[in-house]
């Protein structure tokens, strides 16, 4: 049972709204700008925007805002609408800004024939210089007292195209003194000869975002319109927008955006990474992105409890990159079969075990009664990690180490009794002998042993490229860090094994999902797999490795 959980600010607003009866149901709507991937960022959004509705048995519109023809490409329509799918939503129609490009000019005519539009022939610093500053009020300028008629000839000039780019602008009249600088004769329209990804060459003039995206609302009949804090001060114009042109009366409430430590989450920073090749595409497994998280393994389950648990807020804060991963953890334990694989090869000779192989049980996961197990074969060769060896070790050692004995996995114990070197001095091979009576699951050699070794039996190995990701950022805080965000770039956050063992059920298992390999973390099976060649990402570790590190450093 999940303990009750106290409503946030939005369920309350919801359950008023329904209670009263201003609304019979409620529809929202997730309004990303196709320019480029999605991220964690928009994934809480997504959940939010989604999860609302679904609440309280309302709809969610898919809403492309496409408004700005120079950044948006089909690529990232297509990829936005396959992560949201992935997430697990359903939107009730999928929707486009641009579809509304001939109401939004009617909307815009009105407003001029209300006299509370004009077209101004200004250049962007002057209109810039006569807005004023926060404590200083604007000046209006002659352009402002056009007549309705000049104003409508002139607005119907733009969009035929007879003026270049920036030559004119249509601006609601609203008040050049007002506190609030978006009220200060906000550009609503602009001149922008570019081909649009949905339009193509129809248009040449561009509702701007504030005119764009609240009449979009209106004509959705969207009840509850949910964005970030930074859209507080754009929310009179929402709201005027919406009064003067007397349409449906949505209404836009704010949240805090999400913030995580140690990565980026502006899609301008993401576009600068990939452009860059600091990274290696849009869904390079250390990018913030929602493709890159579900690359890396991140189960999509996993992302939605994250944004469940960090819940929403009024003020914006920094959430822990570790609360993430102690999700995909979480769920990953659940579902994630149990391989062996060593990364670091040494060879281990059982000298008293037969020239055959004999095929051991183990279970896939010892959290799941319905997992089953599978059959792992062992030899006489074996590898072993080399860091499960020490010649000389410690007092409290439990690996192996000259005349000491482990158990390996599913297996047997063992002892090592020599050690081979190489030319150079390096152990190379170790010799050991088993007991054949300590067999798992029918163990009658009442020997007690500490440690426990994942392994792989040579002939049978099934050669695999292992990346390990780690951290793309240095620092916590990386959008507030001094200078650059770019100099705080981990260089070392890509680590390749070439050639790592896997126990050989691997070439039959299903990939699609994630695994544990035993001692070492969750691991994914990447798209540059092939046949021939396995190639393994690691999603996470079994322990949080930096919050061990923040410890030690305090
Ligand atoms: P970015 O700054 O990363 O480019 P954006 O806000 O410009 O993001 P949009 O495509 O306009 O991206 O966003 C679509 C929706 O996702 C908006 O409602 C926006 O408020 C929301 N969103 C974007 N980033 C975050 C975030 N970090 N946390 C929560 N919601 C976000
Ligand atoms: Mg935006």
Request: charged share 30%; glycine share 6%.
């Amino acid at each position: 049972m999940s303990e009750e959980k106290s409503l946030n600010f939005l369920e309350e607003i919801v359950e008023a709204d329904l209670a009263s009866g201003k609304y019979q149901s409620i529809l929202t709507r997730f309004p990303p700008e196709p320019n480029g991937y999605l991220h964690i960022g928009h994934a809480k959004s997504i959940c939010l925007n989604f999860g609302l509705a679904k609440k309280y048995g309302g709809k969610t519109n898919l809403r492309f805002d496409d408004t700005n023809p120079s950044t948006e490409e089909t690529e990232y329509v297509e990829s936005i609408k396959e992560d949201v799918k992935w997430l697990g939503f359903e939107w009730a129609e999928e929707l486009y800004a641009s579809n509304y490009f001939e109401q939004l000019f009617q909307f815009a005519s009105q407003l001029i024939e209300k006299g509370l539009a004009y077209v101004d022939d200004s250049d962007s610093e002057t209109i810039a210089k006569e807005k004023g500053t926060p404590t200083q009020a604007g000046v209006e300028n002659s352009f402002r007292s056009r007549t309705v008629a000049e104003n409508l000839q002139l607005f119907n000039d733009m969009r035929s195209g007879k003026y270049s780019d920036g030559e004119k602008v249509l601006r609601a009249k609203i008040d050049m003194a007002s506190p609030n600088m978006h009220m200060r004769d906000p550009i609503i329209y602009r001149i922008k000869h570019a081909h649009h990804h949905r339009t193509g060459d129809k248009w040449c003039i561009y509702p701007m975002y504030d005119f764009a995206h609240g009449q979009s609302d209106s004509i959705e009949n969207i009840t509850h319109s949910i964005c970030t804090l930074e859209f507080i001060p754009h929310r009179p114009l929402y709201d005027w927008c919406i009064e003067q042109l007397e349409i449906f009366p949505s209404k836009q409430y704010e949240f805090a955006r999400l913030n995580m430590t140690y990565t980026v989450m502006s899609k301008r920073k993401l576009l600068q990474l990939v452009n860059e090749h600091h990274v290696n595409g849009w869904d390079d497994p250390r990018m913030s992105t929602i493709s890159a998280m579900r690359r890396r393994g991140y189960p999509a389950e996993s992302i939605r409890e994250f944004c469940d648990k960090i819940g929403v807020a009024k003020r914006e804060n920094l959430i822990d990159f570790g609360l993430l991963e102690f999700c995909v953890r979480e769920q990953l334990n659940k579902t994630a079969l149990r391989r062996m694989v060593v990364f670091d090869p040494l060879k281990v000779v059982i000298t008293n075990y037969p020239d055959t192989t004999e095929m051991l049980d183990s279970e896939n996961n010892p959290e799941d009664a319905n997992a089953g197990s599978r059959a792992i074969p062992f030899s006489k060769e074996l590898y072993i990690e080399r860091d499960d060896f020490m010649e000389v070790a410690p007092k409290k050692y439990f690996r192996l180490s000259p005349g000491q004995m482990v158990r390996l996995k599913s297996a047997y114990i063992i002892k090592c009794d020599e050690l081979i070197k190489d030319a150079e001095g390096n152990v190379c091979e170790l010799h050991c002998s088993y007991i054949p009576e300590s067999k798992s699951g029918s163990d009658t050699s009442g020997i007690n042993v500490k440690g426990t070794l994942h392994w792989v039996s040579i002939p049978t190995a099934i050669k695999a490229e292992i990346r390990l990701y780690d951290r793309l950022f240095k620092v916590e805080d990386v959008a507030n860090a001094e200078g650059d965000f770019k100099d705080y770039i981990n260089s070392d956050s890509l680590h390749i094994i070439a050639n790592a063992y896997a126990e050989p059920a691997i070439k039959s298992d299903d990939r699609s999902t994630g695994f544990q390999f035993i001692r070492k973390g969750y691991f994914v099976s990447d798209r540059d797999s092939t046949e021939d060649q396995l190639v393994f990402n690691r999603t996470v570790g079994l322990k949080d490795a930096w919050a061990k590190e923040a410890k030690k450093a305090q």
